[in-house]
T-cell receptor, first 111, second 112 residues
Framework: KQEVTQIPAALSVPEGENLVLNCSFT??????LQWFRQDPGKGLTSLLL?????REQTSGRLNASLDKSSGRSTLYIAASQPGDSATYLCAVVNRDDKIIFGKGTRLHILP | ETGVTQTPRHLVMGMTNKKSLKCEQHLGHNAMYWYKQSAKKPLELMFVYSLEERVENNSVPSRFSPECPNSSHLFLHLHTLQPEDSALYLCASSQGGSHEQYFGPGTRLTVT
């Protein structure tokens, strides 16, 4: 059974710092992995989607990597800003089309 | 309207009420989803519709009843809910089951 873990559950960093959020999964037979952002009480906004054949994806200050063999993905945020404060979720889609979410990392950027 | 919309945004209902949540997607997608998000729990997939047919029901109690009349609309009918059903209910859509999912803003449901 696929399990998705995100550590840490919460993170506070000063503005301007680069940071890395981690996501691990137990079954490497995935179709893709997606990173989302969620603001309090709101829906999810898709940030990056990495297909199983890809190693990384970049969008602006965000870079997501995927290492299927080790069951890991990271989301790198460069030059963090207060507006980056949110909960970041990763989700994997298994080969049987089931999508499994992690519990998220709550990120707070200190001004 | 663009993207995925959900109405109402907030709903308070008693345990004996009947209400419905509505989701509409304007993206031309062929798959739609209902999720439940409770505090300190991962997002839970409730229902999946692909080409207007239900393809997955993750053992959701029968007090939740989905309806997908066409590829753009998805409903979640609620009746005799319990206080523990209070949560944020999110709708999403995608093109196919394995592609990028787009989420609506959610309905914050409180059962009193």
């Amino acid at each position: 059974k696929q399990e998705v873990t995100q550590i840490p559950a919460a993170l506070s960093v000063p503005e301007g710092e680069n940071l890395v959020l981690n996501c691990s999964f137990t079954d490497s037979a995935i179709y893709n992995l997606q990173w989302f952002r969620q603001d309090p009480g709101k829906g999810l906004t898709s940030l990056l989607l990495i297909q199983s054949s890809q190693r990384e994806q970049t969008s602006g200050r965000l870079n997501a990597s995927l290492d299927k063999s080790s069951g890991r993905s990271t989301l790198y945020i460069a030059a963090s800003q207060p507006g980056d404060s949110a909960t970041y979720l990763c989700a994997v889609v298994n080969r049987d089309d089931k999508i499994i979410f992690g519990k998220g990392t709550r990120l707070h950027i200190l001004p | 309207e663009t993207g995925v919309t959900q109405t109402p945004r907030h709903l308070v209902m008693g345990m004996t009420n009947k209400k419905s949540l509505k989701c509409e997607q304007h993206l031309g997608h062929n798959a739609m989803y209902w999720y439940k998000q409770s505090a300190k729990k991962p997002l839970e997939l409730m229902f999946v519709y692909s080409l207007e047919e239900r393809v997955e029901n993750n053992s959701v109690p029968s007090r939740f009843s989905p309806e997908c009349p066409n590829s753009s609309h998805l409903f979640l009918h609620l009746h005799t809910l319990q206080p523990e059903d209070s949560a944020l209910y999110l709708c999403a859509s995608s093109q196919g089951g394995s592609h990028e999912q787009y989420f609506g803003p959610g309905t914050r449901l409180t059962v009193t």
